[in-house]
């Protein structure tokens, strides 16, 4: 290695290289001297001067090697301080650091940090591998790295065992780093245990605060300052509302749009304006909203303003609960004054109210209101006859029929005598008007019994339609009055229409009738499909097509607001009806084309029954269509339709069931149609209509009719399927009794045909149904049914007594495990059944927490402690849902492998 003069001399050993240097120069010197002379002296100085020189080069070579030593030495001693200082920081640093040889994932180093954190002696640790650390597979090492490779990130995030067993959550930082040893990975481990356990924690307190908000009732919901954007909302806003919360998130003031316009003004009055600090919480006032299925509801709604730590205002919770049950019963009582002392009837006094309130609508939903002055004939010979109290008794039962015979938001009013006046309101002709009052003459002519004899009477009714008489209330009676004399007078026995007329009303229907043949002609009229499902099998068998008008003004109309307008024009219906047939099966083609095996039900007009030449054209429809199979078109009767004409609808079915369509009864259930009429019908499916299947889950009634219907249907080989199925609770119970076909809103709502192909290739079935798809329960074990069913109903009227007014409370349901429904089967029928059953036995305890509860929740009600029972509320339901998993348990190990399902 060259080293330089000038570094030599300024070298400690500066002096061996000077005397190399000298005697260079004097060997130089001698060889000159003695090759200039040439005499032996001289050759004798020459070698001594050759040894001089080579003398002093061998010095100045050893000056030069111990330089160099020097330089190394010095070197590897900054290298050596270099390298404790960087031990030092790497022992005493409170990091934990571990390095790895990556070559076979060995412990080359670690510092006390480490050896501290994962209890092992440090010789230990340097002698293991880090695979021997790390809990996590092979698999998921690589897939945690796999990603980091690629995004070059250098941290990961593993689970270390410690020495004692303990499993701790890391974040590993590494990166390479160049040793004696080679390329080393240097890596810096952070515990993340807690941090991991603070997040679950809040995890697990989201999921309680969800599960909570989801579970009670009332609709909770978060907003911004603003009221417009929604944040989050609770499940309970649909079933109140009866609107979709995905409108809601996009509209934040969607609900809004369901109250009524005249309670409108009152609560916009209570909400602050925008940018506003000064509020804390907001009561308002008890509003209604309008319910697509149940019609006006009643809405109590509190508001509370968020804030952060400045005091402004960041948001808005709130929780709104239906209290329509509430507000009726109340009502009800203020009513009391308001009702005949004889009949119960509305009297003078809230007939006024009443008309004052029918007009109002009529007024807001340009319906028809029909008021009827009602007048017995020939009632004072039986009062003469019998006697008053006898008279009284016919009132009475007058009365029951006059209500009976009413819809539930009509009016029926006793004005005093044997004068009564019903308000008809909703009307969408006046001839829906006069088949009322048709019934209603009908109902009043039934005998009636009186002192073991049978009485027999009439009545004269005289009626006025508002718009059309645009008087006062005071005015329509007198004009009903009047109209009601001349029904006198024209034999009795029958009504008169005040407004004498009819020639506007038939030009208004026909003007109705054309703008809906129009309708036909423009292709305005349209088919939406709801899915019937077969829950057994998981798959959908059969799309219903339901009748639609799209109208250019008015918007998506239903059948119910146009169709009545049409039931006297045969020709406009069977064109109607051959229009949905042909839409139906073009429809259905068109899913055979693309592969998907489903048929489609039809509902039928009650004029087909009476149109002879309805199967020729079903036939004909059904050639158009050679390549669609006729069993897969089902024709839907309804049951009360079939009932009016038992021989034409059987004939009607003969007929098409030599073309191979197959038939289903509609809304049974609701015709009161006997078993010799049920023996008759040829049809193949019985329909469970969806008033009884969307409450059978709370009515045990409605849960006996269903738990019937399957029975008539199985007894009589007919198909059932369950409208109004709203949840898969309702799918799962319905199969165990047997009924595996389903319709209603908890599969699908109805949908325009152009998006059906989607949702059928997108269509998967709830895991539950199928692991259930092949179980149910005899007919002996139905009471497990109706026993849950009963406590359903039982903590339902606990909690509505718990939420009602003081004044409103009445008595509480049974406190005790063994007077209350449940209890009483639990103890008696279910004990001598299923006591030798584990999973009955473990509902006992269960049952009796649920009541211990209750009792605790009825003193915190009485004490008024609100917080209390809010959380005893939130107990009740778990403990409800543990009752129910319970009892879940225990019809699965009663139910039998029904193979022929």
């Known amino acids: 290695m060259a080293i330089s003069a000038r570094a030599l001399l300024r070298s400690p050993y500066r002096w061996v290289g000077l005397l190399g240097l000298l005697g260079l120069g004097l060997s130089g010197t001698l060889y000159l001297t003695t090759h200039g002379h040439g005499t032996a002296e001289g050759e004798a100085l020459t070698l001594l001067g050759a040894g001089l020189g080579t003398t002093f080069l061998i010095c100045l070579l050893l000056a030069i090697l111990v330089h160099q030593n020097l330089s190394r030495a010095a070197l590897l001693k900054r290298c050596r301080a270099a390298e404790d200082s960087l031990r030092q920081t790497f022992e005493t640093n409170s990091a934990i650091k571990l390095i790895i040889d990556p070559a076979d994932g060995r412990i080359v180093d670690a510092n006390s940090a480490a050896v501290s954190f994962y209890g092992y002696p440090r010789q230990t640790l340097l002698g293991m591998r880090i695979d021997d650390i790390n809990t996590l597979p092979e698999a998921e090492v690589k897939a945690e790295m796999a990603p980091a490779r690629e995004t070059q990130r250098l941290h990961f995030s593993f689970r270390h065992r410690l020495a004692g067993g303990e499993m701790r959550d890391v974040e590993v930082y590494s990166g390479p780093i160049d040793t004696a040893r080679g390329r080393l990975l240097y890596s810096i481990i952070h515990d993340v245990t807690e941090h991991k356990q603070v997040e679950q924690a809040l995890r697990e307190s989201e999921s309680r605060f969800r599960q909570l908000a989801e579970n009670i009732d009332s609709a909770f919901w978060m907003i911004s300052p603003d009221w417009r954007r929604v944040q989050y909302v609770s499940p309970a806003y649909e079933r109140i509302w009866g609107r979709s919360a995905q409108r809601l998130y996009a509209d934040g003031m969607d609900w809004f749009d369901a109250v009524l316009e005249e309670d409108r003004p ?81 009297n003078r006094l809230l007939l006024a109210d009443r008309m004052r309130q029918a007009l109002a ?100 009714i005289g009626v006025t339609v508002f718009p059309n008489d645009r008087g006062d209330a005071d005015t329509l009676l007198r004009h009903a009055d009047h109209a009601m004399y001349l029904a006198k007078q024209a034999g009795k026995n029958r009504y008169h229409l005040f407004n004498p007329v009819l020639e506007h009303r038939e030009r208004e229907n026909r003007k109705a009738m054309q703008l809906i043949a129009r309708a036909v002609e423009r292709n305005e009229l349209c088919l939406y499909y709801q899915p019937i499902v077969d829950s057994r099998q998981g798959r959908v068998i059969a799309m219903e097509a339901l009748l639609r008008w799209q109208h250019p003004v008015l918007g998506l109309l239903g059948p119910p607001e146009f169709l009545p307008l049409v039931e006297n024009d045969q020709t406009l219906v069977v064109r109607i009806g051959s229009w949905v047939l042909r839409q139906a099966l073009e429809q259905l083609h068109t899913w055979q084309r693309e592969g998907l095996a489903v048929s489609v039900s039809v509902n039928m007009f009650a004029q087909h029954l009476r149109d002879p030449g309805f199967p020729s054209m079903l036939e004909k429809l059904l050639k158009e269509f050679p390549d669609v199979p006729a069993k897969h078109l089902t024709l839907e009767i309804l049951e009360t339709t079939a009932l009016e004409d038992m021989g034409g609808v059987i004939q009607l079915i003969r007929a098409g069931e030599r073309l191979g369509m197959h038939y289903a009864l509609d809304d049974f259930g609701t015709g009161y149609s006997s078993l010799t009429y049920l023996r008759r019908l040829p049809v193949h499916t019985l329909k469970i209509d969806q008033s009884f299947v969307r409450d059978m889950l709370q009515d045990p009634e409605d849960m006996t009719i269903v738990e019937g219907i399957i029975g008539l249907a199985n007894a009589f080989r007919h198909g059932v399927v369950a409208e109004g199925v709203e949840t898969t609770d309702h799918a799962l119970m319905l199969m165990e009794m047997g009924c595996h076909l389903v319709q209603g809103h ?69 406190e005790d495990p063994h007077a209350c429904n449940f209890g009483q089967w639990f103890h008696g029928e279910g004990t001598r059944r299923y006591g030798h059953l584990a999973p009955f036995r473990a509902t006992g305890p269960i049952h009796e927490r649920v009541h211990a509860l209750a009792h605790e929740y009825i003193l915190s009600v009485q004490d008024g402690d609100r917080q209390r029972t809010q959380y005893l509320e939130a107990e009740l339901h778990s403990q409800r849902s543990e009752l129910l998993d319970a009892l879940s348990r225990l019809r699965a190990a009663v139910m039998y492998i029904d193979a022929g399902q």
């Open 266 to 346: 009152a609560i916009m009055a209570r909400i602050p304006a925008a940018g506003s600090q000064a509020w804390q919480s907001i009561e308002f006032a008890p509003y209604r909203i309008r319910h697509p299925d149940t019609g006006i509801r009643w809405i109590a709604a509190r508001a509370f303003a968020i804030h952060d730590a400045r005091g402004e205002v960041i948001g808005v919770a709130g929780i709104a609960e239906d209290i329509t049950e509430r507000h009726e019963h109340q009502r009800h009582l203020e009513d009391l004054a308001h009702y005949d002392a004889l009949t119960r009837l509305p």
């Open 746 to 814: 908890g599969i699908a709502s109805p949908m325009p045909a152009e998006e059906t192909t989607d949702w059928l290739r997108a269509f998967q079935p709830d895991p539950r149904w199928l692991v259930n798809a092949s179980k149910r329960l005899a007919h002996d074990d139905h009471q497990l049914v109706l026993a849950e069913v009963h406590h359903r109903q039982w903590l339902a009227h606990l909690l509505s007594w718990g939420r009602a007014d003081l004044d409103d409370r009445g008595t509480p349901p049974p």
């Open 361 to 460: 609508r009529s007024r807001r939903s340009g319906q028809l209101l029909a008021t009827c002055l009602l007048d017995l004939d020939g009632f004072k010979p039986v009062n003469d006859q019998y006697g008053h109290e006898a008279g009284d008794k016919l009132l009475v039962q007058l009365a029951q029929r006059l209500q009976e015979g009413v819809r539930g938001d009509d009016t029926v009013a006793r004005l005093g005598g044997d004068e009564f006046v019903l308000l008809l309101g909703g009307l969408a002709s006046i001839k829906e008007a006069e088949e009322a009052l048709d019934r209603m003459l009908a109902l009043i002519s039934l005998p009636y019994q009186i002192h073991d004899q049978q009485v027999t009477i009439s009545a004269s």
